[in-house]
Nanobody
Framework: QVQLVESGGGLVQAGGSLRLSCAAS????????MGWFRQAPGKEREFVATIDWNSSRSYYADSVKGRFTISRDNAKNTVYLQMNSLKPEDTAVYYCAATEGRWASLDRRLYDYWGQGTQVAVSS
């Protein structure tokens, strides 16, 4: 069983930056693709970014491309989401998720393990 714990959320002004972290325990972190998703009030959970088990490939939602960067440190069992140039529309609860497979995926149905989420609020 994989446990995921997100941290790093908070309140920031538009144009600012935050770095989210997701610490994994249990299972084999280094062999799993990881992803970040977000859910704003009244909206469905949506894909943000994903990364392969060995960081060979990463993909982003169009809405965050060029502003967000996903990375991972397999020695620390941690995945990160660096968020720059934040906008009010980035306000959401951000969730870290892990797959059973190695390859990055945009499909949330392929993610088997989820964290509890961390709140990000961007003020205008």
């Amino acid at each position: 069983q994989v446990q995921l714990v997100e941290s790093g959320g908070g309140l920031v002004q538009a144009g600012g930056s935050l770095r989210l972290s997701c610490a994994a325990s249990g299972g084999t972190f280094s062999s799993r693709a990881m992803g970040w998703f977000r859910q704003a009030p009244g909206k469905e959970r949506e894909f943000v970014a994903t990364i392969d088990w060995n960081s060979s490939r990463s993909y982003y939602a169009d809405s965050v491309k060029g502003r967000f960067t996903i990375s991972r440190d397999n020695a620390k069992n941690t995945v990160y989401l660096q968020m720059n140039s934040l906008k009010p529309e980035d306000t959401a609860v951000y969730y870290c998720a892990a797959t059973e497979g190695r390859w990055a995926s945009l499909d949330r149905r392929l993610y088997d393990y989820w964290g509890q989420g961390t709140q990000v609020a961007v003020s205008s």
